[in-house]
């Protein structure tokens, strides 16, 4: 079986300030890894992945993540917030397959000026 | 670029009538999936789909829902009867063959 925690339903950071997102994993095989962002009436789009390989991965909008197996954790973070990044922000699970897909409860980033 | 679109954008419909939701994939795109969303909880997975079968479904995709592709453009979700508790907004994706998931903007069902 296979779940994701993500800690903090609102994150509130400063514009130009650190972002940090927190998302811990559970599963039983080894897991495939996805941070999605959500903007207000729209779909979810995809920021990074991770599969295989490297585990700092590096996304669209200058997000990143490290997959840290010890820990079961792939934090999100960005070293300098922007205002268009205020969002909902999901992190999810999948095994190997792609057939399924667990998503965290999200989590809201308000970026203030 | 190309993008996974649906119809209808907000759908509202009376407590035990049949809903159609209608989800146009990406060309050559060959994996489909459908979630959903319940106002202000997290995205729960339904059920996914390829060559022309069901792959995965989750506990929600009772006998109530049914997926198809009908013309091989178009993936459908149907939900026989809904249910006041069905009110969502249901999600369409795809994949590609380098596994990145691509989402529509969703259908808002409101059941009263």
């Known amino acids: 079986a296979q779940s994701v925690t993500q800690l903090g339903s609102h994150v509130s950071v400063s514009e130009g300030a650190l972002v940090l997102l927190r998302c811990n994993y559970s599963?039983?095989?080894?897991?495939?890894l996805f941070w999605y962002v959500q903007y207000p009436n729209q779909g979810l789009q995809l920021l990074l992945k991770y599969t295989t390989g490297a585990t700092l991965v590096k996304g669209i909008n200058g997000f990143e993540a490290e997959f840290k197996k010890s820990e079961t954790s792939f934090h999100l973070t960005k070293p300098s917030a922007h205002m268009s990044d205020a969002a909902e922000y999901f992190c999810?699970?999948?095994?190997?397959?792609?057939?399924?897909?667990?998503f965290g409860s999200g989590t809201k980033l308000n970026v203030k000026p | 670029e190309p993008e996974v679109t649906q119809t209808p954008s907000h759908q509202v419909t009376q407590m035990g009538q049949e809903v159609i939701l209608r989800c146009v994939p990406i060309?050559?795109?060959?994996?489909f999936y459908w979630y959903r969303q319940i106002l202000g909880q997290k995205v729960e997975f339904l059920v996914s789909f390829y060559n022309n079968e069901i792959s995965e479904k989750s506990e929600i995709f009772d006998d109530q829902f049914s997926v198809e592709r009908p013309d091989g453009s178009n993936f459908t979700l149907k939900i026989r009867s809904t249910k006041l508790e069905d009110s969502a907004m249901y999600f369409c994706?795809?994949?590609?063959?380098?596994?990145?998931?691509?989402f529509g903007p969703g259908t808002r069902l409101t059941v009263t």
């Open positions: 994706a795809d994949r590609d063959r380098a596994d990145e998931q691509y």
């Open positions: 599963s039983s095989v080894p897991p495939y």
């Open positions: 999810a699970v999948s095994q190997y397959n792609f057939n399924k897909f667990y």
């Open positions: 060309s050559n795109h060959l994996y």
